[in-house]
């Protein structure tokens, strides 16, 4: 073999290790249900973990806040944002969010700091996937309620209890 043969296929090498390196770098954690993840969020952070589903699979993540106000969303593989939640509770208590997946496939849990003030400190969070199974139609009013608190953003004191109200009716009245 000569040394230009022997160069072109260590240069190779080189290049399909740097390669896999590289797509390792990005492979985000998977979520696993009931499994419990704390972390530590600081400005400007955003962490990403995977779920995989099937079409018509439902699943619920809920991210406890402890000192840290975050945005949580769900997007596509390809990073296309899906949904998003952000409830009007600040740095603490939780952020809860229900997907039902139209088709199979990856889905990547966003938690992303939520930047209030120029003073804002890093704080902790503590995410777990709670549901993955089967869509049912109950998990219709579940979705569409979680949902409220993002129509009534801007005026949530005097919209938020009667839409919340309605909604915890409705999940009694169908129950």
């Not at 972390?39 to 079409?55: D, F, I, N, P």
């Not at 009013?141 to 993002?150: F, L, N, T, V």
Request: with cysteine.
């Amino acid at each position: 073999m000569s040394k230009k043969n022997l160069l072109q296929i260590i240069s190779y090498l080189l290049v399909v290790t740097m390669m896999t390196i590289a797509q390792t770098a990005v492979t985000r954690p998977e979520l696993e249900l009931n499994e419990v993840v704390e972390r530590e969020l600081s400005k400007g952070q955003t962490h990403e973990y995977q779920v995989t589903l099937k079409a018509g699979e439902f699943m619920q993540v809920r991210v406890e806040q402890k000192g840290v106000d975050v945005v949580l969303s769900i997007c596509s593989r390809d990073g296309k944002q899906l949904v998003e939640m952000d409830s009007p509770n600040g740095a603490e208590g939780f952020e809860i969010l229900s997907f039902k997946a139209n088709d199979a496939g990856i889905r990547i849990v966003r938690v992303n700091y939520l930047d209030q003030t120029d003073d804002s400190q890093a704080g902790k969070y503590a995410i777990r996937l709670a549901e993955k199974r089967e869509f049912t139609p109950k998990d219709v009013i579940r979705i569409d309620a979680e949902q409220q608190p993002q129509l009534t953003h801007n005026d949530r004191h005097s919209k938020l209890l009667p839409v919340w109200n309605q909604r915890n009716f409705a999940l009694r009245s169908r129950s």
